[in-house]
């Protein structure tokens, strides 16, 4: 009899110590939103009660997994139970990652600038180096990054980005102009060939014969300007120049952001991975944690 409940135990234990890592294998792949299911029945047949950090946890997954929206619904669940010091700690890091998917540079910053546990202080100051980075501040280059970064640092502090104002308003002066500067010259072509034939248009509508298509010889006289097509002259302008010239302004600013984004991408990226692992070294070991 003794034998069959030792043989029991050793049997329920080797498949808790399975499922656990299976779990971490699973943590290991990458392959979150797999083990937050796992993280669930592991939990529950274990009968632990859900605090603080059982919310957390399943927040911290669903953020590692892409679903923001969950991790949101389930950090809002904290409201309901006692937040101890590690889970105020866990609860500013993954909101921090929040915001930080999303760009939000100052929010993500704010979220763990009052923590200073280990690994939390080395974040911040990587996520600080990535914004003023993002913003082009005058930083100097952390000793402690990879060659490859620190390359792609040199050559990003060289570059300059555009202006999407300047790009606006150049277009603003002739169509084309801000996309030109911005880099994009096909665009440029585009919109400046665009707009300057809508423009041939609307003259032509307004110095031809009202009754004809032959051009008129221009008479500075009352009666001159009283047989005008203007409902034609109008039409074109609101329909043909104006649509363009706005959209030539249009253009120019979101080409200016997106050559930005472009110089952003070649020469940050490394950074913005090295930032991003080191959410979910932290996010990964506090799920595994006890």
């Given at each position: ?29 990458k392959?979150y ?24 946890k ?36 993954v ?61 990003y ?42 423009n ?15 051009l ?75």
């Open positions: 009899m003794r034998l069959k409940i030792i043989i029991l135990i050793l049997f329920f234990s080797l498949t808790i110590l399975s499922e656990e890592n299976y779990f971490t294998k699973l943590l290991n792949e392959d939103f797999r083990a937050i299911g796992e993280f669930k029945r592991i939990y529950f047949e274990k009968g632990y009660e859900k605090n603080c950090k059982y919310y957390l399943i927040s911290s997954l669903y953020a590692l997994s892409g679903y923001d929206t969950f991790s949101f619904k389930y950090l809002d669940l904290l409201t309901e139970v006692d937040l101890s010091e590690s889970c105020f700690v866990y609860d500013g890091v909101r921090s990652y929040l915001n930080f998917k999303r760009g939000d540079f100052n929010s993500a910053i704010f979220e763990i600038e009052d923590f200073k546990t280990d690994g939390v202080d080395t974040l911040m100051l990587l996520l600080d180096f990535l914004k003023k980075n993002v913003y082009k501040e005058s930083v100097k280059i952390l000793d402690f990054l990879d060659d490859s970064i620190k390359n792609d640092l040199k050559g502090q060289k570059v300059k980005l555009k202006s999407p104002e300047f790009s606006f308003a150049l277009s603003s002066f002739l169509p084309g102009l801000g996309e030109f500067y911005s880099g994009y010259p096909s665009f440029a072509l585009r919109d400046f060939l665009l707009t300057t034939f809508s041939i248009l609307f003259l032509y509508s307004f110095f031809k014969d009202p009754k004809g298509y032959k008129e010889k221009f008479e500075l006289s009352l009666d001159y300007f009283k047989n005008r097509d203007y409902f034609l002259t109008l039409f074109i302008y609101s329909s043909l120049v104006s649509r363009f010239q706005n959209g030539s302004k249009s253009n120019a600013y979101t080409l200016a952001l997106k050559r930005n984004e472009e110089i952003r991408k070649k020469y940050l990226t490394k950074l913005y991975n090295l930032v991003e692992k080191k959410y979910q070294d932290i996010l990964v070991d506090f799920v595994l944690s006890y």
